[in-house]
């Protein structure tokens, strides 16, 4: 079966750090770009990191740069979301995402892990 | 970056036509032919309906379509069904420095 599915959500303090993962299966992991996208509770989607297939690119939305680092082990079949420093702004449901290789066009979202920043 | 520009909700009856706007900018929506539209039921992942502005992914009912007119894309949903209802998000490339822009949402409700 074709599918992404997150994990490494939680109740976090305000300052503290938590790594995300997200293991892909059914598919060749390492010819697709990979996206994070996230959702606060009652509100839109964000968009706000994505890498190249061989990890050498990688942006960040402001919201995030300098506190969160995205990257990917293709022979483990997985994306990783390292958060740092995190804000109860952070507070979300966190979905991977695969573009199917048009931009803004994702075509494969796991069920995604809530991360709570509180204390 | 501001999100895109969606109406909170829109109605309609079954059978109906409904169409839920999405505006951005000449920076973004008004610049690229890479507007998507996403579904999302309550508690579920999104799910891909349209891309590049028009184009279905398989598997997509032909009873959505989308469009763009200037800095305003739209989607269309014809034959409105008691599953259509859901949110609804349009998301735009935005360029090299906004990257991916999402709409603020639509919350459909079928009558």
Redesign the interface.
Known sequence: EVQVVESGGGLVQPGGSLRLSCAASGFSFSNYKFHWVRQAPGKGLEWFSYIFTDGTTINYADSVRGRFTISRDNAQNSLYLQMNSLRAEDTAVYYCARESGIDCAFDLWGQGTLVTVSS | QS?LTQPASVSGSPGQSITISCTGTSSDVGS?N???W?Q?HPG?????LI??VTKR?SGVSNRFSGSKSGNTASLTISGLQAEDEAHY?C???GGPRT???????TDVTVL
């Open positions: 999100a690229y890479l507007v998507s996403y999302q579920k992942a999104p799910k891909l891309y590049q992914p998000y998301c735009s490339y990257l991916y822009i999402f709409g603020t949402g």
